[in-house]
């Protein structure tokens, strides 16, 4: 159980175009799905909360109009990273946490992540 | 601000044999939760053990288990009978409880297993 699903999982674009990374939640509800970056040999870094059905929480210094985050279900979250440059070529890895209760306990169940190239 | 430290970068292991990995953090927050996350090679992170902080009892998952000292800030993670499937990026993860809480990582450790 617990199953987090990104599509798609590696991305070329061209400079100045738009990419949709979509997260799913395949086998919860998921009140709340989060956005992550990662640099290579870095650790994660959050870029957004989203909450199903409100506007994302953005992290300080992450652009809200670039980074642009909808979570229109329970199980589906995407991100759409606008205008995209080389510069935001990165590993992108969404998370979704099940709705709260005795049988989770606040961990965060991970999608594979989306390997996204900005040429 | 909640912060995590790991302070060993790399560890290695022989096959078979046991590692402990240190992870410290700070919070001033007495309600918690603390996890270990294992990142292979392809890159899918891997829930590996959670830690309820009101709970003293430390949490055990077959080979994995962990030292939490609630005083000390302090929980580390044991990894008994290591195989080579355990070589990756491990990192510790703190999340305070509320529904507006997240995971705060941090900068993990790569652990080499050797024959």
């Known amino acids: 159980g617990a199953v987090v699903s990104q599509h798609p999982s590696w991305v070329i674009c061209k400079s100045g175009t738009s990419v949709k990374i979509e997260c799913r939640s395949l086998?919860?509800?998921?009140?709340?799905m989060f956005w992550y970056r990662q640099f290579p040999k870095q650790s994660l870094m959050l870029m957004a909360t989203?909450?199903?059905?409100?506007?994302?929480?953005?992290e300080q210094g992450v652009e809200k109009d670039k980074f642009l985050i909808n979570h229109a279900s329970l199980t589906l979250s995407t991100l759409t990273v606008t205008s995209a440059h080389p510069e935001d070529s990165s590993f992108y890895i969404c998370?979704?946490?099940?709705?709260?209760?005795?049988?989770?306990?606040?961990?965060?169940?991970f999608g594979p992540g989306t390997r996204l190239t900005v040429t | 601000a909640q912060t995590v430290t790991q302070s060993q970068p790399e560890m290695s292991v022989q096959e078979a044999e046991t590692v402990t990995l240190s992870c410290t953090y700070d919070?001033?927050?007495?309600?918690?939760?603390l996890f270990w996350y294992k990142q292979p090679p392809s890159r899918q992170m891997i829930l590996v053990i959670r830690?309820?902080?009101?709970?003293?009892q430390n949490a055990t998952e077959n080979r994995f288990s962990v030292n939490f000292q609630k005083a000390a800030k302090s929980f580390s993670l044991k990894i008994s009978d290591s195989q080579l499937g355990d070589a990756a990026m491990y990192f510790c993860?703190?999340?305070?409880?509320?529904?507006?809480?997240?995971?705060?990582f941090g900068t993990g450790t790569r652990l080499q297993v050797t024959l």
């Open positions: 989203s909450n199903e059905g409100s506007k994302a929480t953005y």
């Open positions: 993860a703190y999340s305070y409880t509320g529904t507006a809480s997240k995971l705060t």
């Open positions: 830690q309820e902080a009101y709970k003293q």
């Open positions: 086998d919860f509800q998921a009140t709340t």
């Open positions: 919070t001033s927050e007495s309600d918690y939760y």
């Open positions: 998370s979704a946490r099940p709705r709260l209760s005795s049988a989770y306990s606040y961990e965060q169940y």
